[in-house]
């Protein structure tokens, strides 16, 4: 191995390091509070519910979701780049704590599913 393939190599294990911890930072930091978000709820669950299990059939059940699934689609409402009628306007205030918040509420609630006989 020639020395600027090891150091190449050294590198990139570095930035790959520096990386994940970031990351880990990142998501520590963006972690949002179950107890607001459940507050926050209450006014989805005309439409998903109040423990996140749908009312309607067009709306989708958000109990159990993962919280980065969560909070993802939030932020796509809130911009438009995903395109709902009514979740847009519903999002469009939202702040990042506010989704981070919700996305914890949701992502807690725990289910089960059965498979039918």
Same mark, same amino acid.
């Given at each position: 191995?020639?020395?600027? %393939?090891? %150091?190449?190599? $050294?590198?990139? #294990? +570095?930035?790959? #390091?520096?990386?994940? *911890?970031?990351?880990? =930072? =990142?998501?520590? /930091?963006?972690?949002?509070?179950? /107890?607001?978000?459940?507050?926050? &709820?209450?006014?989805?669950? *005309?439409?998903?519910?109040?423990?996140?299990?749908? +009312?309607? !059939?067009? #709306?989708?059940?958000? =109990?159990?979701?993962?919280?980065?699934?969560?909070?993802?689609? @939030?932020?796509?409402?809130?911009?438009?780049?995903?395109?709902?009628? *009514?979740?847009? *306007?519903?999002?469009? !205030?939202?702040?990042?704590?506010?989704?981070? %918040? @919700?996305? /914890?509420?949701?992502? %807690?609630?725990? $289910?089960? /599913?059965? &498979?039918?006989?």
């Amino acid at each position: 191995m020639t020395s600027r %393939s090891h %150091s190449i190599r $050294i590198l990139s #294990a +570095t930035l790959c #390091a520096g990386l994940s *911890v970031a990351a880990a =930072a =990142a998501a520590a /930091a963006a972690a949002g509070d179950a /107890a607001v978000g459940r507050i926050k &709820a209450q006014a989805c669950a *005309v439409c998903h519910g109040a423990a996140g299990i749908s +009312t309607l !059939p067009d #709306a989708p059940n958000l =109990a159990g979701q993962p919280e980065i699934y969560l909070s993802n689609q @939030l932020r796509a409402f809130r911009n438009g780049e995903r395109r709902h009628e *009514v979740m847009n *306007v519903v999002a469009r !205030p939202l702040s990042d704590d506010d989704i981070a %918040s @919700l996305a /914890a509420w949701f992502s %807690s609630i725990r $289910i089960e /599913a059965k &498979a039918s006989d």
